[in-house]
């Protein structure tokens, strides 16, 4: 049972919604600014799992994150699809005139671009984590500083929302996922997703025979990932989802391609939350 969730960030962060909507209110939250300390918390122990965001619809994939799940050994035992609405923000009785600067996360303030273009007065900084500067701000006291995030920050930390939804497309989502160190969440019957990671020989055709044996199979491949392998150059491995009707085809392709891949891994079997 899980008792404890690790998330990258304070409460009031995506990551502390995902986790209420995914495992209910009850659930005791611990709090890491970073990525690796989430994991690391999970690694000690510390905690049952950990919430991780891996990519978004406009910024793309947290390409770290997928490092992380893959040297730590980890496992996706879920996920959960989260509209994303970037609200500026800032202490009461200001105006976006009056804003100096904008603190936040990289990606917040990459899916926000945009809007920022129309107020070039406004210095960009980029931080650790979007509700940990709601936060800091209504700490301090910071006139002219705001922050990008959920309304739930701005209501948690007593901020006033100058702008709301301010993302450059209006439908934004980002994928998370829930990580455990072992993977036997559900039965086998519900599964109908898969998260791999092999890397192929350098050769002419290697990918498309590995493409054509998920088509052969049954498998649709939903994302696909390359990383970089930095002990050897110019070698990747690649990360992909798969989804599927039947576990029995899933079986199928995992023997095939572990033969005709090099470092073959299970990252996780789940359920599919956009079916």
């Not at 996706?76 to 009056?98: F, K, S």
């Not at 439908?171 to 039965?187: A, D, G, L």
């Amino acid at each position: 049972m899980i008792k404890s969730v690790a998330i990258q960030g304070v409460k009031g962060s995506f990551h502390h919604i995902v986790a209420n909507n995914y495992f209910g209110d009850h659930i005791n939250i611990r709090e890491y600014l970073t990525f690796d300390k989430t994991v690391q918390s999970l690694l000690c122990d510390d905690v049952d799992a950990v919430v991780m965001a891996l990519e978004n619809s406009i910024a793309g994939s947290i390409i770290p994150n997928y490092a992380l799940l893959d040297t730590n050994n980890l496992h996706v035992v879920g996920e959960y699809y989260l509209d994303i609405q970037h609200h500026l923000m800032a202490l009461p009785n200001q105006l976006i005139e009056d804003i100096e600067e904008v603190h936040s996360h990289p990606m917040a303030l990459l899916q926000c671009k945009e809007f920022f273009k129309q107020y070039p007065h406004i210095k960009i900084v980029e931080d650790a984590d979007t509700a940990e500067v709601a936060k800091r701000i209504a700490r301090n006291k910071t006139f002219k500083m705001a922050a990008l995030g959920s309304q739930l920050a701005s209501e948690l930390y007593g901020l006033n929302i100058i702008s709301e939804s301010i993302q450059t497309i209006k439908h934004n989502e980002t994928r998370f996922v829930v990580v455990k160190k072992e993977n036997h969440e559900i039965p086998q019957s519900a599964i109908n997703k898969a998260s791999l990671k092999f890397e192929l020989e350098h050769k002419r055709g290697s990918l498309a025979a590995m493409l054509n044996v998920m088509s052969d199979c049954q498998l649709n491949l939903t994302k696909i990932q390359s990383l970089p392998k930095i002990e050897t150059p110019w070698k990747y491995a690649f990360f992909i989802d798969v989804t599927f009707d039947n576990y029995k085809n899933f079986e199928k392709a995992k023997t095939i391609m572990e033969i005709m891949t090099e470092e073959f891994k299970i990252l996780g079997e789940y359920k599919n939350a956009k079916p």
